[in-house]
């Protein structure tokens, strides 16, 4: 039941976090919905952990591994983009992603 | 025929290909300036020579190589595997390397070190490992960090100089590269939760057309779609690929996006080996005829040079996508399936070593106009005659000019669309020559014309890069039996 | 030998981009086509290559050993002109790099047995004439090679598409054309086939409506240049249609197409040929004029289907004639510009004798090319319009020569260079000798007086249409420049295409491109699901 409750958490935060990441202007929102986006996915991931606990394991390991490696990676990525966009912000006075 | 996954003759290779650069980025890393300049080239020259040895693996036993990364089997260990197709992209992308390496000796070596020359250097030796990790992954998680590590590789190439054109440019790419590797760790995630594994041949066995594995695939191909910058998906590319330093864009055109077209191959092809013959490969498919039309258009309608060249990228991209419907289908077609196969690939290999030659050239025909407006470039060829000869021979393949690997590509492709009675993809590849070649003499028109003033003639050295870039390209063409050959070994038939 | 007579070209292509042989290679131009001459002379055996994916047989057969012969006499002859003209040129070793590429293209075509090596030749010597053209730089020049480019390239699409059809009738990897066309069937898919080509070709030899790029390009050529792209370059296109229509079997309704086109071109060459002044341009409508009458002469044969053996060499015995006074009359051209010498005889003579000749005159090699095409045109519509045209051009031929003489200064005696000379006088003794030596039925034949009466009577009939135009209504001059105003028009005016950027400025944008991306998400979703 609570599998089901997290999947469906997971799948809500990936719609929130793709919405923003289309509509929000600002890169700096962007980057943050691509977090609540990424954090979906690998609730997603926790859901599919758990699934194992059903064959009677304390819980599938392998998909623990990959959101490990997951967040790592995301959070790199996170790193890098704000890294960016203070450059942009620095060199240019604002940060804009469309021209107009 | 079914692979067993264990491992094979030579299997060691492939993890020498993954653990060289790893070790010449720490190692380049910590030694700094001049020295990591070394490192690249001593991890290049190794890159190159294994392989070549790879390949000659893979051409001898005629089958895949495979290893097994501690000896573990799938589902739980990680398997890297190597067939003609990884084994001929990672040839391409060596030999690129090896000559943007040379090239960029004179751009990125200044006197007094600056951050953007070591960056350069270690950029140049993550992305070595970074497209071996993506030609030889056969876990779909492991592909998602080889495609992860390439974009965080790509991303810094773009804003070298650090001017806020390019800037933005970056920060545009990362983010929308960023959704596509969302979507693609959604579609791992799925089929994960449905099939509890991730090695590709594993899961081809597993699979049998549940939904979960169609809206998989359906979500790492969008987002494989956004980071390919396939029409119409392709707003970050022309800033990305013109405004970069010349041997920058070079790998970002010839190679990066190559990389992504891979794994799209891997899923539709080897993943799911039915997909390419549904609809599904037709819609891809009419984006890449929709690449073809508009990338070709705009790069007519371009002033600069380097951006007439990142929107001929977009254009060749698409003919990569035709592949997909055209390499599958009934029994009776086998034989243009192949050559349909062989064709796209060719289209992926020539493209490379000819866009490498060409943006290349733009560099060199840049240092010595001052600018790259088309308009403008009267005089380059006296000032660049080799170079210019280069971008010449490039574009010719591009515009699939006879013997040029690119021709053969488009001949494979165009007899598979005919033969194959879907002769609409025929008319779009043809329209799109026909562009090519509007856009091609453009620019060669403008550099054989006189100048007012003389320009300096420069010195030869990198103008022969740029030339032996362009000769591999013709190479391709002139020399098509053995690479076609390779490029079957390991295909997975439906 | 054959290998011997491309190569040589080619290696001395190679040679220009060496330092020291770059001086030497535009003086041995003349010399480059000798061992393609030879070859053609001897017969030389074929040349096969074979490897996977890339099979290439060029070879001779009667057709091909009589073109090739022509084709390279006029490029030696042309050689010799063009060795001339870049005597103080700007670019003597670039204008020596293109030539000898299209030379070795423009030989290999009449050589090529398969679809792959006969594509490789028609496009080198299509698209490396591109550098020919543009080689003086004027803004005449420029423009004439944009134009010339894009039909060029447009012809190569069509042409490709043909080729692509054609071979993907027939699988397997070694492409004799012989095999693929055999292997067509007579069907839609045939007549498409055959209509890409012919479309291809057609470009190629500037039927109507596919002529705009002709006239500019020859007029803004150097003359040596403009010598050997009308008379050899452009027989590509007429080796293609021999080689390339499937003339063993009756296909009435493409041929009556073919033939119709051909026709008109013969004729509309001709009307806006005399509205022009410049014998360069003249000549260029004559091209198009004559043109139409091969196109014409391969229609009829494809009607009737007899054979492609015969039919093939009377088409390639008509091209062959057309070659050499073509290629003759453009060097007459280069003579008269750089002649200071009021002796006109010498030149115009002659000039007369080819000139004439074109339209029929007895006893030339023209009257004997025409009397060739005899049994092919009948004696139906297609003989009327065929004696027709020849008056035609006896018009346009007689009002070349008031040009021609027009260009002559008078008085000024500085007399045009010996190699130029020599070369004109060659290429023009071939166009009147050698149809007599290589007509393949009896000379008595050609004697008869009926025979002499009919190729004489267009050219009276031309003569006496001149006299009264040039008396009666004296023609107003159309601008020089009238098809490439007419060509840069149908491409496209600037501002016409414009909404492609702004187009790609609204994809360009994140909010577009993000929807984008998820529409593209869920159509293939949507797709593969189903």
């Given amino acids: 039941m609570s599998a089901d409750l997290y999947g469906l958490c997971g799948a809500a935060l990936v719609g929130i976090g793709l919405y923003g990441l289309i509509v929000q202007p600002h890169p700096l929102r962007k980057i943050l919905a691509f977090n609540i986006l990424g954090g979906g996915v690998f609730l997603l991931f926790g859901v599919f952990a758990r699934r194992g606990a059903a064959l009677s394991l304390p819980g599938d390991p392998v998909p623990q591994a990959l959101l490990i490696t997951g967040l790592v990676v995301s959070f790199a990525a996170t790193a890098l983009a704000v890294a960016l966009l203070l450059r942009l912000a620095a060199e240019t006075g604002r940060a804009r992603l469309d021209d107009e | 025929m079914t692979e067993l996954l264990s491992n094979t003759p030579g299997g060691t290779l492939l993890v020498f290909a993954l653990v060289v650069p790893a070790a010449g980025l720490m190692l380049a890393f910590l030694a700094g300036g001049r020295a990591a300049m070394r490192v690249a080239f001593a991890v290049v020259a190794v890159q190159l020579g294994l392989s070549i040895a790879i390949a000659r693996a893979v051409w001898d036993s005629g089958a895949a190589l495979i290893y097994l990364a501690g000896g573990w089997r799938p589902p739980l260990g990680i398997a890297l595997r190597a067939d003609g197709i990884s084994a001929a992209m990672m040839v391409m992308t060596a030999i690129v390397l090896a000559a943007v390496a040379l090239y960029a000796r004179t751009n990125f070596s200044a006197a007094t070190e600056r951050r953007a020359d070591l960056t350069f250097w270690c950029l140049l030796i993550a992305l070595s490992g970074a497209m071996n990790a993506v030609f030889l992954g056969n876990d779909l998680f492991n592909l998602y960090v080889a495609l992860e590590l390439l974009t965080f590789v790509a991303v810094p190439l773009v804003c070298l100089d650090g001017k806020p054109a390019t800037l933005q440019a970056a920060l545009r790419y990362l983010l929308f590269a960023l959704i596509g590797s969302v979507l693609y760790l959604l579609g791992v995630a799925l089929f994960y939760g449905a099939y509890a594994a991730l090695d590709i041949t594993l899961l081809r066995g597993r699979i049998h057309g549940e939904p979960a594995a169609y809206l998989a695939v359906a979500l790492m191909t969008a987002g494989l779609l956004a980071k390919t910058a396939l029409f119409p998906l392709h707003l970050w590319l022309p800033p990305a690929h013109a405004d970069a330093p010349p041997a920058a864009s070079a790998v970002l055109s010839a190679l990066v996006v190559k990389a992504k077209f891979f794994l799209i191959l891997r899923l539709w092809f080897a993943l799911m080996p039915t997909l390419a013959e549904g609809p599904g490969a037709d819609l891809l498919g009419a984006l890449g005829a929709g690449a073809i039309l508009f990338g070709s258009a705009l790069a007519l309608r371009q002033a600069r040079l380097k951006l007439l060249i990142a929107y001929s990228t977009l254009a060749q991209l698409g003919y990569l996508f035709l592949m997909i419907p055209l390499a599958t289908g009934p029994v009776n077609w086998l034989f243009w399936s192949a050559g349909a196969w062989t064709g796209g690939m060719f289209q992926a290999i020539a493209h490379g070593f000819a866009k490498a030659a060409m943006f290349l050239a733009a560099g060199l025909m840049a240092e010595v106009a001052g600018h790259d407006r088309i308009a403008g470039l009267a005089g380059i060829g006296r000032a660049l005659p080799v170079a210019t000869l280069g971008f010449a021979l490039g574009g010719l393949s591009l515009l699939g000019v006879p013997p040029s690997g690119g021709f053969l590509a488009k001949w494979l492709l165009l007899t598979a669309s005919i033969a194959e009675g879907q002769w609409w993809w025929a008319v779009v590849m043809l329209i799109g020559g026909a562009m090519a070649g509007g856009y091609i003499f453009r620019v060669l028109a403008n550099t054989l014309a006189d100048s007012p003033a003389p320009l300096p003639v420069a010195p030869r050295g990198r103008q022969y890069v740029v030339l032996a870039l362009a000769l591999c390209s013709l190479a391709l063409g002139l020399l098509p039996a053995g690479p076609s050959a390779l490029l079957q070994i390991g295909r997975v038939g439906p | ?530």
């Fill in chain 3, 1 to 530: 030998m054959i290998a011997l007579a491309l190569a040589t070209p080619l290696v001395m292509l190679l040679a220009c981009l060496w330092d020291r042989a770059q001086r030497v290679m535009p003086r041995l131009l003349a010399l480059a086509p000798l061992p393609a001459l030879a070859a053609a002379l001897l017969s030389a055996p074929p040349l096969v290559i074979d490897q996977p994916l890339v099979h290439i047989v060029l070879e001779f057969d009667r057709t091909g050993a009589m073109l090739t012969g022509a084709a390279a006499l006029l490029w030696c002859a042309g050689g010799a002109a063009a060795t001339v003209r870049l005597r103080g040129d700007l670019h003597p070793v670039r204008f020596t790099m293109f030539w000898l590429l299209t030379q070795a293209g423009s030989l290999a075509v009449f050589m090529a047995a398969d679809l792959a090596g006969f594509f490789v030749a028609y496009t080198v010597v299509s698209l490396a004439a591109y550098g020919l053209v543009l080689h003086d730089q004027t803004p005449r020049a420029t423009r004439a090679a944009g134009i010339y480019a894009v039909f060029a390239v447009l012809g190569e699409g069509l042409v490709l598409l043909g080729f692509v059809m054609l071979a993907a009738a027939a699988p397997g990897q070694r492409l004799l054309i012989r095999d693929a066309l055999a292997a067509l069937p007579p069907t839609g898919y045939g007549a498409a086939t055959l209509a890409a080509l012919i479309g291809g070709f057609g470009l190629k030899m500037g039927l109507v409506p596919g002529h705009v790029w002709m006239p500019p390009t020859y007029r803004a050529a150097p003359a040596p240049a403009a010598a050997v792209l009308s008379g050899a370059a452009v027989k590509a296109g007429v080796i293609g249609l021999i080689r390339f229509l499937p003339l063993d079997a009756p296909w009435p309704q493409a041929g009556t197409i073919l033939a119709a086109l051909g026709f008109a071109s013969a004729f509309f060459g001709v009307a806006m040929g005399i509205t022009r002044s410049h014998p360069k341009t003249v000549l260029a409508f004559s091209s198009i004029s004559q043109m139409g009458v091969i196109a014409a002469l391969a229609g009829t044969a494809l009607m009737a289907g007899h054979g492609a053996g015969q039919d093939g060499f009377t088409i390639g015995f008509y091209a062959m004639h057309h070659l050499l006074a073509k290629g003759a009359l453009f060097l007459a051209v280069a003579v008269a510009l750089t002649q200071r010498d009021g002796r006109m005889v010498p030149l115009l003579l002659p000039a007369c004798l080819v000139a004439l000749g074109m339209g029929g005159l007895p006893l030339t090699g023209g009257a004997v090319a025409k009397l060739a095409t005899k049994d092919l045109f009948g004696t139906g519509l297609p003989a009327t319009l065929s004696a027709l045209s020849a008056a035609g051009t006896t018009l346009l031929m007689l009002h070349f020569l008031r040009r021609l003489a027009h260009l002559l200064p008078r008085g000024d005696s500085r007399i045009a260079p010996l190699a130029t000379r020599l070369a004109w006088w060659t290429i023009a003794a071939a166009a009147l000798v050698l149809p007599w030596m290589l007509y393949p039925g009896a000379f008595a034949g050609l004697l008869t007086a009926e025979a002499i009466w009919s190729s004489l009577w267009p050219v009276l009939l031309g003569g006496v249409l001149a006299a009264l135009l040039f008396r009666l209504a004296p023609l107003r001059d159309l601008p020089e420049d009238t098809e490439l105003i007419l060509a840069e028009a149908t491409i496209g005016r600037p501002g016409v295409w414009n909404w492609l950027d702004r187009l790609d400025h609204v994809l360009r944008r994140w909010s577009a491109a993000g929807l984008a991306l998820v529409v593209v998400a869920l159509a293939l979703a949507a797709l593969l699901m189903a």
